[in-house]
């Protein structure tokens, strides 16, 4: 890394006298590198004019050119406020203004064309500009800077000059002086065949595009650079594994094959069958499996995860399932229990609340290896927890379960670290787990067990409320049991939970012949079972449940699910919450209430629900609302903090990029060829750098 780009701006001619240090404490920028990298969030594209009847909710700031033919001026007092219509040949919009109106009605003058610039925003059916940039149209005029970049400025740094404009000016001062010191990091060939600009082009065209066109090559080029490096240090960590730790084999399949023959609950179905044939090749290779096992709700992720414990278990290793939760571990445990007992093995729970007397005994047991499976929740990750032989970790997670933890499970088997089997929740989109999970091996259940009828999902607003009643009485009627699901969100519990109450009011109102059962997130963990037990004997008929029963039980005679205040859930919630239902033969559906007024998010989330039963395609939508940050299974993952790309957005560059870093690691591991040359002088520098300058990413 050259010593320029390390350069304090301190040392910066134009940023004297206080200056540097503002940039420091307001934006993180601290040296040349820094600055350099501190890309515009937006441009503004004066180089062409829109079309006024063009113009989608989409737009952000837009060129138009018309003539004003109305103006008037409405509201008194605080409310007063100015509007002109602006018209040209396709549409018309309006333009607002609600300060300094003395200044504007002597600029703006109708039957007078005008250049106007804005940001569009839809306003019932029509679009406004709200304080526009207005300036009569001068066809003579030509623009210094058709498209500029705006960048992110605190008040304080507005004061000083630095604003958008002032940085800008900072780093086209900077760019040339950096320009011979700046080293290209990718190999030529790559750049040919992906058709990607120079890295010093890429550069200057980020902060000064002289169009869009050229806007878009740079930013194809920094983000292909930066996915690419990513996904290269994870397929080396993946190769790393592989290469330097010898797996346990765990060939003898004896134990799987008496499961199979005489205690299968029901036949596998293909989807299940080949994942665990994948499963099977690692755990056999003489190599350490780390993989991760993605499948929807209610695919039968659990018997994959138990058949992959045989594997252990039939050759004199032991096994281990971690989940998130305690309510989770305990239903894995119960789950399993019935395997186990089956087959004749020893299991045990320990989590949190075990008491000390029985978690003394499961130490015991697991060292003398006499426990065959160990089901629990972090617990089992404390140094205590040691094993005869431990040969399988099944890993169900909700969130990101780092490589330091899992180096942790390794550990409890020195001599071979142990397979690892990591299972998700609900599926994350493809893209995502190319980054998150990009150092593990991905297996996928993409079937459902055969005869699940489908859910029927519809969406009702309060109007339909006496409709949806009778639904459920008839359904009830017919032995069916329901769900009723209220939203509980932290920052506003005293309001749910009197939601929930006179939710739960109503309803025993409405069903006075029905007995009915509520959990929620107050009651003791005792009440709460009784209660979860009285419906699944089918004692209760209706469950009226805050998302609690989310991890739940299992009841196959629950065809119902109704979810309140749908709006207010997210979408892997929906989801995860209807596939409570559909899990028994008869028909099941999910009705999502919710009231008239939803923001267009909200909309897309309930026609997605209504739309489709995917978990897949769900959790694609989910990405691109949310943004990667805010998907369950990402929270914990650095490498989500990226500088210019986006998960959601670019995932075609990502799989290109991904492709490309696992043909180099194939062809050549140690990056020796000296056609990539540039790419490992890079990481060297990078690594020496210790990883902390964030100019590492492109010098
Ligand atoms: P998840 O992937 O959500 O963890 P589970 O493992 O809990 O799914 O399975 C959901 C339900 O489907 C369970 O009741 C399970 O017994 C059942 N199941 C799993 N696999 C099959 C199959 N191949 N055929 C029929 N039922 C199955
Ligand atoms: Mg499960």
Redesign the pocket.
């Known amino acids: 890394m050259h010593p320029f780009f390390d350069t304090p701006l301190s040392q910066f001619p134009l940023l004297q006298g206080g200056k540097a240090a503002l940039l420091g404490k307001d934006v993180n920028l601290f040296t040349y590198g820094d600055l350099l990298l501190y890309f515009p969030f937006r441009y503004e594209d004066r180089t062409t004019f829109y079309d006024i009847g063009e113009i989608t909710e989409e737009d952000n700031y837009v060129l138009l050119k018309g003539q004003i033919t109305q103006i008037d001026t409405v509201g008194t007092g605080e409310k007063r406020r100015m509007t002109a219509i602006l018209q040209d040949d396709t549409g018309e919009v309006e333009l607002v203004w609600f300060k300094g109106l003395e200044y504007v009605s002597r600029t703006v003058q109708k039957g007078v064309t005008y250049s106007v610039f804005g940001k569009p925003t839809l306003y019932g059916k029509k679009f406004n500009i709200a304080h526009p940039e207005v300036e009569v149209f001068n066809p003579n005029k030509v623009q210094e800077q058709a498209f500029m970049p705006i960048y992110n400025s605190s008040e304080k740094m507005k004061k000083r000059g630095l604003d958008s404009r002032g940085i800008g000016s900072l780093i086209k001062r900077l760019l040339p002086q950096a320009m011979p010191h700046l080293q290209e990091n990718l190999p030529m060939y790559l750049l040919d065949r992906y058709k990607l600009i120079s890295k010093q082009t890429a550069l200057q065209n980020i902060h000064f595009p002289k169009s869009p066109q050229h806007l878009r090559h740079a930013e194809r080029r920094l983000k292909f650079e930066e996915l690419f490096f990513i996904q290269l240090n994870l397929l080396q960590q993946q190769k790393d594994l592989k290469d330097k730790h010898n797996g346990m084999v765990l060939k003898n399949t004896q134990l799987i094959t008496e499961f199979y023959n005489n205690h299968l609950?029901?036949?596998?179905?293909n989807a299940?069958k080949r994942v665990l044939r994948e499963i099977y090749e690692d755990a056999k290779s003489g190599n350490q499996m780390n993989r991760l096992l993605q499948?929807?709700?209610?695919?039968?992720?659990?018997?994959v995860a138990f058949v992959a414990a045989l594997m252990a278990i039939g050759n004199d290793a032991q096994a281990c399932l971690m989940a998130p939760t305690e309510i989770l571990a305990d239903q894995h445990y119960n789950?399993l229990k019935v395997f186990a007992d089956k087959m004749g093995l020893s299991i045990a729970c320990l989590t949190g609340s075990s008491k000390t007397a029985e978690r003394r005994m499961i130490h015991e047991k697991l060292l003398s290896g006499e426990l065959h499976l160990l089901v629990g929740t972090h617990a089992l990750l404390e140094d205590v927890v040691q094993f005869k032989n431990l040969g399988l970790c099944v890993i169900d997670e909700q969130h990101r379960f780092g490589v330091a933890q899992r180096a942790k499970l390794w550990a409890k088997n020195p001599q071979f670290y142990p397979h690892i089997l990591v299972m998700t929740a609900t599926p994350i989109p493809r893209t995502l787990a190319m980054t998150v999970y990009g150092d593990l091996d991905v297996s996928v259940?993409d079937e459902l067990?055969?005869g699940r009828k489908p859910i029927k999902t519809v969406h009702k607003y309060e109007a339909g409320r006496s409709e949806v009643f009778g639904f459920i009485r008839r359904e009830i009627e017919k032995g069916r049991q329901v769900y009723i699901v209220y939203p509980l969100i932290e920052e506003s519990e005293a309001m749910d939970y009197k939601n929930l109450m006179d939710g739960y009011e109503a309803v025993s109102r409405a069903f006075p012949e029905f007995p009915i059962s509520i959990v929620h997130g107050k009651m003791k963990p005792a009440e709460k079972d009784y209660e979860m037990q009285r419906f699944l004997k089918a004692e209760t008929k209706i469950m009226v449940a805050t998302t609690v029963i989310e991890v739940g039980v299992?009841v196959?005679n629950a065809s119902v699910m109704v979810i309140e205040n749908a709006e207010k859930f997210g979408l892997s919630q929906l989801h995860q919450l209807r596939?409570r239902v559909g899990?028994g033969a008869e028909q099941s559906y999910c009705i999502l209430m919710t009231e008239y007024k939803l923001s267009k998010d909200a909309r897309l989330r309930l026609e997605t629900m209504v739309r489709t039963n995917n978990g897949f395609e769900i959790s694609e939508v989910d990405l691109k609302l949310r943004g990667p940050g805010d998907l369950s299974g990402t929270q914990q993952s650095g490498v989500l903090d990226l500088k210019i790309a986006d998960i959601a957005k670019d995932q075609a560059v990502l799989q290109e990029a991904r492709k490309c870093a696992a043909e180099i690691i194939a062809k050549d591991r140690e990056l020796l060829l000296p056609e990539h040359e540039a790419i490992r002088h890079y990481i060297a520098q990078r690594q020496r750098g210790n990883g902390q300058l964030k100019w590492s990413l492109i010098s």
């Open positions: 609950p029901f036949a596998l179905t299940q499948g929807d709700v209610g695919s039968g992720k659990t018997i789950g259940i067990p055969a299992n196959p596939g899990r």
